[in-house]
């Protein structure tokens, strides 16, 4: 008797962020359930961040875009547990945050496999001007993803 059973497999991806020109850390506010996601990501515009993506087990990176713009990425280190690919991204070109108001931060990730994924981030964008308020709340260790794949299928679904 066929089973009907569909297989799936799990992975994690852990992406940590920090400012580029100096590494330090960005942080995040708890906004409880104003807005659809209960967490946001501060950040500032016309700054350039430094992103590392942790993926357990190891997975090949093919491409990797944040917010619809291609970064160019590169292989830090692999082994059969782990690997860690690592991009620069730049919030040149845009707006200032409006109060009460989020934005999304779209991450795809295509894997030589030919699986993809889309994971999603609230931030709040705020000006160069802003250097207290950007860096009150909570200081971000890292965003911590849950995939699954299931057979046959080449979108990963996230867990946030």
């Known amino acids: 008797m066929a089973s009907s059973r569909t297989e799936e497999s799990a992975f994690k991806m852990d992406i940590h962020i920090t400012r ?20 946001t990501l501060k950040l500032q515009v016309d700054t350039s961040y430094k992103l ?22 590169e292989l830090k280190r692999t082994d059969e ?19 009460k108001d989020r ?8 894997f030589q496999d030919g699986k993809e994924m889309n994971a999603r981030v609230q931030c709040k964008m705020y000006s160069l001007k802003e250097k207290d308020h950007v860096k009150w709340g909570t200081c971000l260790k890292n965003l911590q993803i849950d995939c699954k794949v299931r057979d046959g299928q080449n979108v990963v679904d996230v867990k946030q």
Do not use: A
């Not at 359930?33 to 967490?39: P, S």
């Open 81 to 99: 547990r782990s690997s860690v690919y690592e991009c620069s991204w730049s919030t040149n070109g845009m707006s200032t945050s409006k109060n």
């Open 103 to 110: 934005l999304y931060m779209i991450i795809f990730v295509k």
């Open 52 to 73: 590392s993506f942790e993926f357990r087990p190891s997975k090949e990176v093919s491409e990797i875009s944040i917010g619809g713009g291609n970064v160019k990425h």
């Open 20 to 39: 580029f020109e100096d590494s330090s850390p960005v942080f995040f506010k708890v906004d409880g359930e104003r807005f659809k996601e209960t967490q």
